[in-house]
T-cell receptor
Framework: LAKTTQPISMDSYEGQEVNITCSHN???????ITWYQQFPSQGPRFIIQ???TKVTNEVASLFIPADRKSSTLSLPRVSLSDTAVYYC????????????FGQGTELSVKP | SAVISQKPSRDICQRGTSLTIQCQVD?????MFWYRQQPGQSLTLIAT?????????ESGFVIDKFPISRPNLTFSTLTVSNMSPEDSSIYLC????????????????FGPGTRLTVL
């Protein structure tokens, strides 16, 4: 399973765009990239998933370069409620559904 | 999304005792998973629990310590046996329910967790 590397923590202010980059140099051909968000005292929640190029939903955008060795989660105009830990995961459909969580990035949004 | 509940939400236990954590899902799902999250740490997968078969444990976790039941497609239990302070963690269950998610696959829905403190 491909290992992921993310910054341990990031600080931002309300209204700013936040970009969290994840490195996954050993990503395999069948692997997808998925991001989860975890608020304090809650279980993680799925944010976005992609295979290549760009994916956008109502919460975030995910940018994946052509070599797929990294990905960037972009949160537009963050608010205080976006303070959470963000996990980048890499995996393929044949893993039996297992999710392997890395250390995650603790995002702190300040007023 | 799938709705998952866990009981108890938290507990304080004495060392040497056991605690059984329940996980209930609002729909039938094939795959259920149990994770542990130690204070300030990321999640670690304990085991995969599929109905009708023995749970599959990850490296470092054994059935004698963490017995799991999966009697039907909406329910599972995890028991933390012979507890020690090192077992103090949050225990989370999750399910994969592709029909109700936005991801292509591997989208899991997590319960709120059970916060266990062992004295």
């Amino acid at each position: 399973l491909a290992k992921t590397t993310q910054p341990i923590s990031m600080d931002s202010y309300e209204g700013q765009e936040v970009n969290i980059t994840c490195s996954h140099n050993n990503i395999a051909t069948n692997d997808y990239i998925t991001w989860y968000q975890q608020f304090p005292s809650q279980g993680p929640r799925f944010i976005i998933q992609g295979y290549k190029t760009k994916v956008t939903n109502e919460v975030a955008s995910l940018f994946i370069p052509a070599d797929r060795k990294s990905s960037t989660l972009s949160l537009p105009r963050v608010s205080l409620s976006d303070t959470a830990v963000y996990y980048c995961l890499v995996g393929a459909p044949n893993q039996g559904g297992k999710l392997i969580f890395g250390q995650g990035t603790e995002l702190s949004v300040k007023p | 999304s799938a709705v998952i509940s866990q009981k108890p939400s938290r507990d304080i236990c004495q060392r040497g005792t056991s605690l059984t954590i329940q996980c209930q899902v609002d729909s039938q799902v094939t795959m259920m998973f149990w994770y542990r999250q130690q204070p300030g740490q990321s999640l670690t997968l304990i085991a995969t629990a599929n109905q009708g078969s023995e749970a599959t444990y990850e490296s470092g976790f054994v059935i004698d310590k963490f017995p799991i039941s999966r009697p039907n497609l909406t329910f599972s239990t995890l028991t933390v046996s012979n507890m020690s302070p090192e077992d103090s963690s949050i225990y989370l269950c999750s399910v994969e329910d592709r029909g109700r998610g936005r991801g292509s696959y591997n989208e899991q829905f997590f319960g709120p967790g059970t916060r266990l403190t062992v004295l």
